[in-house]
């Protein structure tokens, strides 16, 4: 099937700006995802970028796609304590937009 | 806007007994999904509902795993008879129609530990 990969942690000071990145393997992707769980939550979406966008910004967030490599990374500017927990990638197809998620990148963030 | 509610949050059970899960999506979503998720890993989709009709089900172990949506509004799923490996966060979702999942909202899951 298809996959999703990411590394699996990432930790940075607080302050910092974070990069979590992401590699995915089907070409005819149409969505790609930022999604972040805290301990005992839900998933929540944090943005997404349509496949034929190369960058994305919203506030504190920047996402980029090179669609060439399929790679996708989202920044954290000025990361904070309350940024840290894990980090999913998704990517969607298809008429049904089915998603497939990554493992998860788990951000810690040091004061 | 309330959320997509869960229940129960955590349940322990032993393998071979019987378990079911129970989800209210937002209100007016049409589309509902069942994930499952493995400690370490990502969400992987077990089914998706358009209405009360099933749109996908590929990834769901038909022979011990069954999920309805009778009135189009709440789901439950049940596992009989559980297995060790079914340990895991069952996570519904719900999104306002069919495609529109980056409008994908997901409630808090419930945790499931077979022993």
């Known amino acids: 099937g298809e996959d999703v990969e990411q590394s699996l942690f990432l930790s940075v000071r607080e302050g910092d700006s974070s990069v979590i990145n992401c590699t995915y393997t089907?070409?005819?992707?149409?969505?790609l995802y930022w999604y972040k769980q805290e301990p005992g939550a839900g998933l929540q979406l944090l943005t997404y970028?349509?496949?034929?966008?190369d960058m994305k910004q919203d506030q504190r967030l920047t996402v980029l796609l090179n669609k060439k490599d399929k790679h996708l990374s989202l920044r954290i500017a000025d990361t904070q304590t309350g940024d840290s927990a894990i980090y999913f990638c998704?990517?969607?197809?298809?008429?049904?937009?089915?998603?497939?998620f990554g493992a998860g990148t788990r951000l810690t963030v040091k004061p | 806007e309330a959320g997509v509610a869960q229940s129960p949050r955590y349940k322990i059970i032993e393998k071979r007994q019987s378990v079911a899960f129970w989800c209210n999506p937002i209100?007016?979503?049409?589309?509902l999904y069942w994930y499952q998720q493995i400690l370490g890993q990502g969400p992987k989709l077990l089914i998706q509902?358009?209405?009360?009709?099933?749109?996908?089900d590929s990834q769901l172990p038909k022979d011990r795993f069954s999920a309805e949506r009778l009135k189009g509004v709440d789901s439950t799923l049940k596992i009989q008879p559980a297995k060790l490996e079914d340990s895991a966060v069952y996570l519904c979702?719900?999104?306002?129609?069919?495609?529109?999942?980056?409008?994908?909202?997901f409630g808090p899951g419930t945790r499931l530990t077979v022993t």
């Open positions: 089907d070409s005819s992707s149409t969505y």
């Open positions: 209100s007016g979503h049409a589309t």
């Open positions: 509902f358009q209405n009360n009709g099933v749109v996908d």
């Open positions: 998704a990517e969607s197809t298809g008429n049904n937009n089915d998603m497939r």
């Open positions: 970028i349509f496949s034929n966008m």
């Open positions: 979702a719900s999104s306002l129609a069919i495609g529109r999942t980056y409008e994908q909202y």
